[in-house]
């Protein structure tokens, strides 16, 4: 047998002990690729994870490495340093043959598979309950300074009440009840008051939507923005993100729709950044918040990071996670909703107001499979029809962009199409769909 495929059978061998040690709550996965905040990647033979959250990464090593150990520590340390990992451990084929090293050691510590379990758990006792008040000062004191303004500061103490806050005390966990959790989110996020927005898109986007006459929302799998799937998990998860299964699925029932603000019509740096080149469309949309639910559909705004290794919002988010008292621990349920409302600093002139719509089985919606062209990138699609009335956005105009060729014959064919299709109200058959009013751009 070769070395190859005995430390394959190890490998195999040592997850499906960890599987049936650590519990329900616990995934681990074999050959994945754990990535640092800052864009470094590493390939680990395991990686355990709690919660989504990586946990820890295992690297399995030849026995005669407990040696080098002695005389170069710091060998794998690195590894498990830029990979921004909590805990890292090197197993070298015996269950007396763990190293492991945890954040902020500068060694390995030699430790038995029990005493690896314990370290990954890291089971505490719970104490008595929380006095709610006092939860609420604990919390608001881990507000970064910057953010502490006395809104802000108001709208997350007035959660802290009787039936907005639950104890589980088995597990020691605390959070929010749904519409609270809901809540302390949007207070997090720009305070906006949205009635009416608008979406550069392609033309081609304009003609299918009278054609088929269906609002499309697309995976954010597949979105410019390379983090979109983990930057706020990478930046609340102590550095270090992997996609499992679990992961994968999650962001796949994901759709989003990136409008902006309607005061952004017809706008020469919107067209030319969004609508390819001021050749597509300005679609505006009113907004039914009735059906904005909080269930399935979620719009809001989106908070930018102020710079590449400050997000004050994801700072206080951090924050709570790693707070203890007693054994207790804060955690967020809806956490895998509205990090997707959190984006980078380098994608803050996007201004963006996010539509999400996660998919549950309880509603039928058209989906279908697309090969993305700008991306390269297999992504799926979620089909609204129009004529339902479960859509939040709704198209009350277009204007279609300065550099369009053809531009007022496709402005006079685009009207009498949805006159035929009746998509767009109208009063004059001429007058839904209009040429941007910019004239001197090319």
Known sequence: MTYLASQKECVEKLRKKFLKTLGDNYIVET??????????????????FKNNKVVAGILVKNFFLSVRLICKPDQYINVFKDAGLRCGILYLGKDDEFYLWTDGNWRYQNIDFDGIVNSLKDNRPVGEPI???????????????????????????????EGNVNMDKLNGYISFNSVAEDFFFKTLLPQKKISKACRYTSLQSLFLLLK?????????????????????DNYVGNGAYAENYQILEENNNCYI?????????????????????????????KVNEKLVDNKSFFFAPVSYGSSEKEHLELEFINNILNWTKNGWRFKFNRWHIWKHFFK?????????IRLLYVHNNDIEIEK????????????????????????????????????????ASNVAQFN???????????????????????RDYR
């Open 344 to 352: 980078s600093y380098l994608f803050k002139d996007e201004n963006e």
């Open 368 to 407: 279908c499979w697309i090969m993305d062209s700008k991306n390269s990138i297999a992504s799926r699609l979620c089909l609204f029809d129009i004529d339902k009335d479960i859509f939040p956005l709704k198209v009350y105009s277009a204007i279609i962009g300065p550099n369009c060729n053809q531009q």
């Open 257 to 285: 729709l990136s409008c902006c603000a309607d005061s952004k019509q017809d706008d020469l740096t919107m067209w030319r950044l969004y609508g390819c080149d001021a050749k597509g469309v300005c679609l505006r949309y």
């Open 131 to 161: 006095l709610i008040d006092d939860l609420a000062v604990e919390i608001l004191s881990l507000l970064p300074d910057k953010l502490d303004d006395v809104e802000c500061h108001h709208r997350i103490e007035q959660l802290f009440k």
């Open 212 to 232: 088929d006459k269906k609002h499309c929302m697309c995976s954010l799998t597949c979105m410019n923005d390379k983090g979109e799937t983990s930057y706020a």
């Open 31 to 48: 050959n994945t690729e754990v990535s640092s905040f800052y864009g470094k990647s590493f390939m680990f033979d395991i990686v355990i």
């Open 416 to 438: 009498y199409m949805n006159m035929q299709q009746k998509v767009i109200p109208f009063n004059r058959w001429n007058e839904a769909i209009v040429a941007s009013k910019i």
